[in-house]
């Protein structure tokens, strides 16, 4: 009995251990799922425009000429599957979900890693720290996908390393050396961190992995003497992946060490063997809280929040969401590129003359600011002068802005230039964009689709959108931006009236610069004719403006009954609130806000 | 005669010698035509050029057959393109000079292979210079991202980079210049971020900050004095507006430019009230292959530009220099006076033999790779008579272009192909100064190539060998160097 209570005792001892070792597995792979889930929302969440920005910063060909010359470079591999991936972000979502894929799948391969040193089961928390990092890094957009990649192949090949890892030292120089050599061709730089990991993996054969790291380092000399590589920070740094003509902030070497420092701490964990396993779920728990932390507070850091605001503006400028665009620049605190992109869409809808008051202008620059050679800038300005009718400008600012893409093409700019050297009977160099295009996943479809516009003005002038664009070209002979954004949009309406949208940008244009000499000019020109048939109602509020005393003008130019009661209406609680020393622009807010007149006498 | 001769010939010698392997046998002739690209048909070819690759613009099978007098091999056409091996050409144009090749293409239709009209190419006896440089940069306005100086292999489809602008934070580098297409002696201009210019003689690398009190801007437009002892430059204020609708997008005018001479040795300039005068805008200076004149572009001054852009319209000029102490004659002759028939010249360029002078020609301005109209003209130096290069000129843009240094092939860029992507062409000037039809760059597969290429070839300059710089040294030189200030006599 005594014996087959002890065989009674041990089994339900195995049992329980081996319960306790498929519940630890388990634990593991359910807070691996938890992290997933966790990052992809968070990535969703906060990152979702960030990931059409990165597809827009390039054009990803599906070229073997293209891709094979890239292969050739150091660190081309990782570039070139950065790039693969990036392609895809332009569908809603496969951002967050690539990532999320990428992020976990270098967590896993670190895990299995990490296992494979004694007693490095509450460490687990740790295989998910360079992710998270990574999370920091993509919230800035000089952060090149390819760093997601290559840290990526790091964990893969130090996974590989370990599989296979050989006792014998010069096997293990050999190996060791080998992938490193292989690590260092396709990712740049990262060979130099799967060294230095070599090292936190165990303590032994530290001469063996000095070798190893020296090749690395002799690679990366080299690689500088013989190819484009600017400095040196580029062959040993995370600055590889990094916009070459800034220095990253300090955050990207942390991330950087993150990696090894989690299979130092790992590796460490064998010295814990005596620990108490309350402390060791309890540094797991604090492991897991500063990972959450870490990230949050690290991208809150990290973001640039009015960037983000604006990339989210240009997503919703590509595909013509309009009432999201109105609805988030009126959320965000105000600058003038959001009231373009407002504005912008308010024109879109033909309701810029009815609503352009009811949202807070700011001068002629909420309309159409000033170029200052920008990206964003050049390709907000593409839009804008597009949909009024400056082909010429619109060409000319998208090829700018198409410049100074990262990864050397913009889609959306391209799309542009493809219907600019249409309109303008460009057809060879249109050719050649429709071509590229149509090496692209994404934009093929859209890119094939314009080729019946080739050589075929008939075609052209048929269609709704290229047909009224090249109803807008001037007749006279004259230089863009010479005389101001009025001359330029003036040439517009003269050669094409029905161009609504150029007569409304130049009558929002006078009336936010309280320009009345121009207001009057463009009234008396254009008042009854097709460019102008009749006045909106902010028009005639700035008519009375400068013509208040003359009513038969005012009613000559279009100014209704209706225009002048609300103006005698305005006048007199006007007078009202000076006399009982009331603040005018306070108590006239609510009801005429939204008049020119009040923009005229309040808005500085 | 010699034509339907040698027609005949190579027609026989297609249809008798076929070598083994793939080769077709031509079941009937016509006389149709057939369009190729790029368009190699009866163009005139240096012995030592690379094979010109071309593509046909159909969609069938087609064979190509190469003949001479005595031998032809054929290419099957794959990939879009004809891929002529490299060994084959090489051998047929050695043993052709002086003479001509003929090309037949043929197509296959049902089962037999019908041949297109043949159409020849003629080889020279005289050589091409083995290289050319130029600049990679897209055809934009004011932004830029990556771009390089490159260098060509004409032998050969190599191309390598002399210097490529991320090794210096991306600045603008620009204006390259080789003396008398010595690839050991050359300079050219970086702007923006570290700015300068980099003087580089038999590996010696010098950095030079080149604006002074006495000149409107840093130098400019370069030509080296044929002694290797000064260049001559011009100095510019340059703006550029762009048009509502015009085939030319943009207008890049001068508002004052001024030509001097640059001592490479004393790192001084000198110039010459003649060439520095308020009154007109001179510019693209070029010196003779004596060294003992200097000739420029030179057009009145006019105020309200860009208002009166096209009322600019330069002459070609001319002014004794001294190479001894660096001056210069006291008076200006014109050599072609474009004004007068309401046109303007710009980038002269002497032939090394002294013979000919080549200018762009077009109706205002200087700065024609902007200018649909702008073609090529020759003025003949003993007898004075200027004249269009017709054969190398077409409908769109022909600027900038340079000598080889046997002064019987000139590389310019055109705009023929697409409108706005510039691409050098290579045409053949014979003994009287005549241009034959012009080549384009050859490529593999060319079609391809130059469909996907998104940049322009920018100054296209003849070197006698490959340039062999250190790429890193003049990157660290531009970073590092204080630069040499250039001092005005």
Same mark, same amino acid.
């Given at each position: 009995m005594i014996i087959c209570l002890f065989y009674k005792k041990n089994n339900i001892f195995v049992v329980k251990s081996v319960f306790m070792k498929i519940a630890r597995n388990y634990l593991d792979f359910l807070i691996g799922i938890a992290f997933l889930c966790l990052l992809e929302y968070f990535l969703q969440t906060k990152l979702a425009y960030l990931f059409f920005y990165r597809e827009q910063e390039q054009l990803f060909l599906w070229n073997s000429d293209i891709i094979l010359n890239q292969l050739k470079h150091i660190g081309g591999f990782s570039t070139l599957v950065g790039q693969f991936f990036v392609q895809?972000?332009?569908?809603?979502k496969l951002g967050a979900i690539i990532t999320t894929i990428v992020l976990g799948l270098t967590s896993l391969l670190l895990w299995l890693t990490i296992k494979? /040193?004694?007693?490095?089961?509450?460490?687990?928390? =740790?295989?998910f720290l360079p992710a998270t990092f990574q999370v920091i890094l993509l919230?800035?957009?000089?952060?090149?996908?390819d760093g997601v990649i290559a840290l990526l192949m790091v964990s893969l090949f130090l996974f590989i390393y370990k599989q296979f890892e050989s006792s014998k030292s010069i096997s293990q120089i050999l190996w060791g050396s080998g992938l490193t050599m292989i690590l260092f061709f396709l990712t740049g730089p990262a060979a130099i961190l799967f060294c230095l990991c070599l090292f936190c993996?165990?303590?032994?054969n530290i001469w063996e992995k000095g070798i190893i790291l020296f090749i690395a380092c002799f690679l990366g000399y080299i690689s500088v003497l013989t190819? /484009?590589?600017?400095?040196?920070r580029f062959a040993f =740094?995370?600055?590889?992946?990094?916009?070459?003509?800034l220095t990253p902030d300090k955050i990207y070497l942390i991330s950087w060490f993150s990696l090894p420092v989690s299979l130092l701490i790992s590796h460490l964990s064998?010295?814990?063997?005596?620990?108490k396993k309350f402390i060791k779920i309890s540094m797991e728990i604090i492991l897991i809280f500063f990972l959450f932390y870490n990230t949050i507070d690290g991208f809150a850091a990290h973001q640039d929040e009015k960037f983000y605001q604006l990339i989210k503006l240009e997503y919703l400028e590509a595909n013509e969401q309009w009432d999201e665009i109105i609805q988030t620049a009126e959320e965000s605190s105000h600058n003038y590129l959001y009231c373009n992109y407002q504005n912008l869409a308010l024109a879109h809808k033909g309701e810029l003359m009815k609503h352009l008051f009811d949202y807070s202008q700011n001068g002629p620059l909420s309309l159409v600011v000033e170029n200052n050679k920008s990206k964003e800038v050049t390709q907000l300005l593409s839009q804008i002068y597009f949909t009024i009718g400056n082909i010429a400008a619109a060409q000319n600012m998208a090829f700018e802005s198409n410049a100074g893409a990262i990864g050397k093409d913009n889609p959306e700019m391209m799309k542009l230039l493809i219907q600019t050297n249409l309109i303008l009977g460009a057809y060879p160099v249109a050719e050649k964009y429709i071509h590229l295009l149509e090496q692209s996943w994404k934009y093929r479809q859209w890119a094939g689709e314009q080729?019946?516009?080739?050589?075929n003005d008939h075609a052209i002038e048929s269609d709704s959108l290229l047909g009224m664009k090249r109803r807008d070209l001037p007749q006279k002979a004259d230089f863009i931006y010479l005389d101001g954004f009025i001359a330029d949009t003036e040439q517009t309406i003269q050669v094409n009236?029905?161009?609504r949208c150029a007569m409304e940008y130049v009558e929002a244009y006078l009336l936010l610069s309280k320009d009345m000499r121009g207001i009057k000019y463009i009234v008396e020109k254009?008042?009854?004719?097709?460019?102008?048939t009749s006045l909106p109602s902010i028009m005639q509020e700035a008519v009375i403006s400068y013509a208040e005393k003359d009513p038969d003008y005012c009613t000559k130019h279009g100014v209704t009954e209706e225009t002048f009661e609300r103006y005698r209406d305005y006048k007199q609680k006007y007078i009202e609130c000076r006399n009982f020393g009331r603040n005018p622009a306070d108590a006239l807010h609510a009801e005429y806000g939204n008049s020119y007149w009040y923009y005229l006498m309040f808005k500085q | 005669m010699k034509h339907i001769s040698l027609y005949f010939i190579g027609i026989c010698t297609a249809l008798l010698f076929t070598s083994c392997g793939k080769d077709i046998k031509i079941s009937k002739q016509t006389e149709k035509e057939i369009s190729i690209?790029?368009?190699?048909?009866?163009v005139t070819i240096p012995y030592n050029i690379a094979p010109l690759d071309f593509s046909v613009n159909g969609n069938a099978k087609y064979q190509l057959i190469i003949s001479d007098n005595h031998r032809s091999f054929q290419v099957e056409e794959t990939n879009g393109f004809f891929d002529i091996p490299i060994s084959k050409w090489k051998d047929l144009l050695q043993q052709n000079k002086d003479k001509s090749i003929l090309l037949t293409i043929c197509e296959l239709q049902g089962k037999e292979w019908i041949a297109y009209k043949p159409f020849q190419i003629d080889i020279t006896k005289e050589s091409i210079d083995p290289y050319i440089a130029y600049r990679l940069i897209p055809p934009g306005y004011e932004l830029w991202n990556e771009m390089g100086i490159y260098q060509r292999d004409l032998s050969s489809f190599d191309q390598s980079c002399i210097y490529k602008n991320t090794l210096s934070d991306k600045n603008c580098v620009n204006c390259h210049s080789f003396c008398m297409q010595n690839p050991k002696q050359m300079m050219f201009h970086s702007r923006a971020k570290h700015a300068g210019t980099l003087v580089i003689e038999n590996g010696k690398i010098e950095k030079l900050?080149?604006?002074?009190?006495?000149?409107?801007?840093?130098?400019v437009y370069p030509s080296w004095h044929p002694s290797g002892k000064y260049i001559a430059f011009s100095v510019n204020t340059t703006k550029q507006s762009f048009h509502n609708?015009?085939?030319?997008?943009i207008e890049v005018f001068d508002q004052a430019s001024d030509v001097v001479v640059y001592d490479v040795e004393k790192h001084q300039i000198s110039s010459s009230p003649l060439l520095k005068s308020q009154k007109a805008f001179e510019t693209f200076p070029t010196f003779s292959p004596d060294g003992k004149s200097l000739y420029f572009c030179s057009a009145q001054a006019v105020d309200s530009m860009p208002q009166k852009y096209d009322k600019v319209k330069y002459n070609l000029c001319r002014i004794d220099f001294h190479p001894q102490n660096m001056t210069f004659g006291n008076h200006v002759d014109?050599?072609?006076?474009a004004a007068a028939l309401s046109k303007s010249a710009s980038f002269p360029r002497i032939s090394p033999d002294g013979k000919y002078l080549i200018f762009t020609l077009h109706s205002?301005?200087?700065?024609?790779?902007?200018?649909?109209d702008a073609d090529l003209y020759a003025v003949?130096?003993?007898?004075k008579k200027t004249y269009a290069l017709t054969a190398a000129n077409s409908k769109d843009t022909e600027s900038y272009h340079s000598w080889s240094s046997n002064s019987h092939w000139l590389v310019f860029s055109s705009r023929?192909?697409?409108?706005l992507y510039t691409r050098p062409f290579f045409t053949y000037i014979d003994k009287k100064g005549k241009a034959h039809k012009p080549f384009m760059?050859?490529?593999?597969n060319p079609r391809k190539y130059y469909r996907e290429l998104m940049v322009s070839y920018n100054i296209p300059e003849f070197i006698?060998?490959?340039?062999?710089?250190?790429k890193h040294k003049l990157a660290e030189t531009l970073k590092k160097s204080e630069g040499i200030n250039v001092s005005y006599k």
């Open positions: 895809f972000f332009v569908v809603p494979k /040193s004694p007693h490095a089961d509450f460490a687990f928390p =740790l295989s919230a800035d957009v000089n952060y090149h996908y993996l165990d303590f032994i190819t /484009s590589m600017n400095d040196f =740094l995370p600055d590889a992946y990094y916009e070459s003509l064998g010295y814990t063997q005596k620990w080729r019946k516009f080739l050589y009236p029905k161009e254009y008042g009854g004719t097709p460019a102008l | 690209f790029p368009d190699y048909k009866n900050n080149t604006k002074t009190d006495q000149t409107i801007s840093p130098l609708f015009n085939r030319n997008r014109t050599i072609f006076n205002y301005g200087n700065f024609s790779i902007w200018h649909k003949n130096l003993c007898n023929r192909v697409d409108g760059l050859p490529q593999k006698k060998g490959k340039v062999d710089v250190n």
